[in-house]
């Protein structure tokens, strides 16, 4: 694509050539359908509309440097679709019928993959929808999977850069016995209003808090939290958060570069002795954090003192980003060539 300008690219919606549709109906999957339409054509009584069962994953698709195109641990997206469908009592996606959809979706939009060391990708959104029409409160007996797809740039403008966050305590994203850990629409319009403000008060994102004590540092708006301090990559234990698939590697790259991993709650407290602190997820990649204030105390957590990201995020995001493009041996077996 020569008219693109890869370097530039924001994290939003270019149309591409095509996306694919499966329908569940009659209690089974049909085929993969390639369509070339924006649009989907849904009954205006579908559950998705309603009652909120809809479940989505984001994945990347990377140019490598050797011009192979590698998508990053589609299975592990297939497996957390799966939860999350059994959440909001969605008919499952077989996970062998998501990745080859995740495949098929990205060679017939090859086109759009970035070129190698742009700084792009190109983004999946898989979806699962309810189509079936109900006026009561109950789950469809029809779904419809789609993936579509986006060249991307950084998620966060300051891309490697590190970001200001505000710590949110009367808003809360997810409720303790709530949906938080699905990837599901719900939480992400429960957390809209709190990040509108943030943005407005100019921070690039906000850090909510366990919604049950405000006590601990749960989720950092799309993405999940890490600090790092003496050697120790530590991140929330918290089951109103997402499994997050890139902290998910990063606790094992952190472990296979001699890190301590600590997998536990984190008091806000704590955050005064992180030498290290960031954002992790497909969308943000590694966005370091350069400063949390909360916005109730008013108390301000400063790192990146120098303005850059801190050493250990940035040979984490070298390893991952190498890794992505083919540059550093995938000894984990995370990526599935397409
Ligand atoms: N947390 C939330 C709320 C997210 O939306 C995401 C993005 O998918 C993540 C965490 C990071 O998860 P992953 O690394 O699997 O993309
Ligand atoms: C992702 O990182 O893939 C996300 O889904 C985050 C956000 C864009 C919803």
């Given at each position: ?28 999957w ?13 009954h ?91 006026v ?38 997810a409720?303790?016995?709530?949906t ?6 719900g939480?992400?319009?429960a ?10 008060e ?30 120790t ?87 991952l ?18």
């Amino acid at each position: 694509m020569s008219n693109i300008d890869w370097k530039s690219l924001p994290f939003g919606y270019l149309k591409t050539d095509y996306n694919l549709r499966c329908y569940f109906k009659n209690g089974q999957w049909g085929d993969l359908e390639v369509s070339a339409d924006e649009n989907l054509n849904i009954h205006m009584a579908s559950t998705c509309l309603h009652y909120g069962q809809e479940a989505f994953e984001g994945m990347k698709a990377f140019r490598g440097i050797d011009g192979k195109v590698r998508l990053f641990r589609p299975e592990e997206n297939g497996k957390r679709l799966e939860l999350s469908a059994n959440g909001v009592m969605m008919q499952p996606v077989p996970v062998e019928l998501f990745v080859e959809a995740c495949k098929k979706v990205v060679k017939l939009n090859e086109r759009f993959v970035p070129p190698y060391g742009e700084g792009a990708s190109l983004y999946l959104r898989p979806m699962l929808i309810g189509v079936g029409p109900q006026v009561g409160v109950k789950a469809s007996a029809e779904y419809m999977f789609a993936v579509f797809v986006t060249p991307v740039g950084p998620y966060f403008k300051e891309g490697f850069n590190p970001i200001k966050v505000q710590i949110v305590r009367d808003y809360d994203r997810a409720a303790p016995l709530g949906t938080g850990t699905f990837k599901v629409g719900g939480n992400y319009a429960a957390s809209l209003a709190a990040i509108d403000r943030g943005h407005k008060e100019g921070y690039s994102s906000v850090l909510f808090l366990d919604a049950k004590e405000k006590k601990y540092i749960d989720e950092a708006g799309p993405a999940n939290f890490f600090g790092i301090k003496n050697n120790t990559y530590v991140t929330p234990d918290s089951h109103t958060i997402l499994r997050s698939i890139t902290n998910m590697s990063l606790r094992e790259l952190a472990a296979d570069m001699g890190l301590k991993v600590e997998l536990r709650s984190i008091p806000i407290e704590e955050l005064d002795t992180f030498e290290e602190v960031g954002a992790c997820g497909t969308a943000a990649v590694i966005s370091p954090i350069g400063s949390i204030t909360d916005r109730e105390t008013g108390k301000v957590y400063e790192y990146c003192k120098d303005g850059k990201a801190g050493k250990i995020s940035t040979q984490l995001y070298e390893r991952l980003r190498a890794i992505q493009e083919g540059e550093m041996e995938d000894k984990f077996g995370w990526n599935v060539i397409v």
